[in-house]
């Protein structure tokens, strides 16, 4: 079994940063990839990045290209997210999730195995 804890949700103004972490416990090897994926109220969850483990190659959706960045700690298995110019279109809760094996996708939510509780992300205008 694997948890997942996001932490570092938060009100931030327009052209703010956040960071959001997500620790990961319960399993002794890395997984294959770890992802954000976030959801705004009224919305399906969608995919914000995605890191693979090994190879440290990054995937971002459009909306966030330039602005976010997502890195990983092999020590701990941590991963983070760095939101900078934030918008108020970013307010949404933010997951973490874990894919343990290999898929060619990992940007939509049936594509990870793990899921952490959200953190909320609120961008006022």
């Known amino acids: 079994q694997v948890q997942l804890v996001e932490s570092g949700g938060g009100l931030v103004q327009a052209g703010g940063s956040l960071r959001l972490s997500c620790a990961t416990s319960g399993r002794t090897s890395s997984p294959n990839a770890m992802g954000w994926l976030r959801q705004a109220p009224g919305k399906e969850r969608e995919f914000v990045a995605a890191?693979?483990?090994?190879?440290?190659?990054?995937y971002y959706a459009d909306s966030v290209k330039g602005r976010f960045t997502i890195s990983k700690n092999n020590a701990n298995y941590t991963v983070y997210l760095q939101m900078n110019s934030l918008k108020p279109e970013d307010t949404a809760v933010y997951y973490c999730?874990?894919?343990?094996?290999?898929?060619?996708?990992?940007?939509?939510?049936?594509?990870?195995?793990?899921w952490g509780q959200g953190t909320q992300v609120t961008v006022s205008s």
């Open positions: 999730a874990a894919a343990l094996i290999f898929r060619t996708k990992i940007t939509g939510p049936g594509d990870y195995d793990y």
């Open positions: 890191i693979r483990w090994s190879a440290g190659r990054t």
